[in-house]
């Protein structure tokens, strides 16, 4: 039996609150979020499963005078598949780039459908695919009854660095990296001309930001806190529906709140479950009708970083 890696700890966490979104349909339509910027985004949040077939991300996409570049791929190849086809509903032009967010399986096992494509990443991010690819791959295959079929693993074939620029097809190109605040090597993708973040799961719309590491709680809020600063138009997240620059200001506050009273209350001798108590009373009147999933969230959040 392979073993689960601490990477899917986020994935494990969400099994008991594995939330389908808006509708029910797992048709991949296009939503135009400008004139040339499109997403596509999963009716589905959590683990992966048969019903869904793997397809539990959202892929974002940018026609360019010279060809469509594409952000995240999905879980598997047949995902690829759906998503390149769902492109073409919108242009004949070929998709020439592509950016992986980050390392986790539903972001980029679906690579094998562009492989005719520069494929972009970090280095972090590809050395963390190359090591647990497989193991992700068998994963996927076994919790979804192998409804996402045959897939190549194919990796990034060219590497993104710190404050990197391009101009791809007429597009001005930034690259941020978020201090490994989501996962080893996160990269996300602003289009300054028209001020729309590319976020992967760094950033949030419907549902609390995803915490694996609670250590990297503060570099987070610092990641978010930085992309305000931008005052993006439009924010294309890893999960959820297309959303705008106040959720950025949301999460950071909330993550700003729970982090500080968490470490006060504990320095002040409080257990665990008068923790969750006094944020739950704090907290919930503002946040609880913001986001999908607050009320198991809070508490995982609690737990994890009282252990700290």
């Not at 400008?34 to 959590?46: A, D, L, W």
């Not at 931008?230 to 999460?251: A, E, Q, Y």
Request: hydrophobic share 35%; net charge positive.
């Amino acid at each position: 039996m392979v073993k689960e890696t601490i990477r899917y700890f986020f994935l494990i966490s969400l099994l008991t609150n594995c939330i389908n979104a808006q509708n029910n349909s797992f048709d991949f339509e296009v939503t135009p979020v400008t004139k040339n910027v499109y997403s596509i985004v999963s009716p589905s949040f959590g683990l992966p499963t048969p019903e869904n077939k793997g397809w539990n991300a959202n892929s974002h996409f940018v026609v360019t005078k010279d060809g469509v570049l594409l952000f995240d791929t999905g879980s598997s190849e047949t995902i690829g598949n759906k998503i390149k086809n769902a492109i073409k509903t919108v242009t004949n032009k070929p998709v020439r780039w592509v950016i992986n967010s980050h390392s986790h399986a539903d972001h980029w096992l679906g690579n094998a459908a562009f492989s005719e494509a520069d494929i972009f990443s970090s280095k972090e991010a590809k050395e963390t695919m190359k090591k647990y690819g497989k193991e992700d791959l068998a994963f996927y295959n076994r919790v979804t009854k192998g409804t996402i079929g045959k897939t190549q693993l194919v990796y990034p074939t060219k590497l993104i660095t710190k404050h990197q620029k391009m101009n791809l097809g007429g597009v001005e190109v930034e690259f941020i990296f978020s201090n490994n605040s989501h996962s080893h090597g996160d990269v996300l993708v602003w289009l300054p001309q028209q001020k729309i973040i590319f976020g992967g799961d760094v950033l949030s719309s419907s549902w609390m930001p995803i915490i694996i590491n609670p250590k990297k709680v503060p570099d987070l809020i610092q990641t978010l806190n930085t992309i305000a600063k931008l005052k993006p138009k439009h924010v294309l997240t890893g999960h959820g529906v297309v959303t705008n620059g106040s959720t950025i200001v949301r999460d950071a506050n909330l993550l700003s709140n729970v982090w500080q009273q968490v470490k006060e209350a504990k320095s002040n001798g409080k257990t665990k479950s008068e923790v969750l108590t006094s944020i739950e009373t704090k907290l919930a009147p503002t946040y609880k009708d913001l986001y999908s999933n607050f009320t198991s969230e809070i508490k995982r959040y609690v737990e994890v970083l009282y252990k700290l």
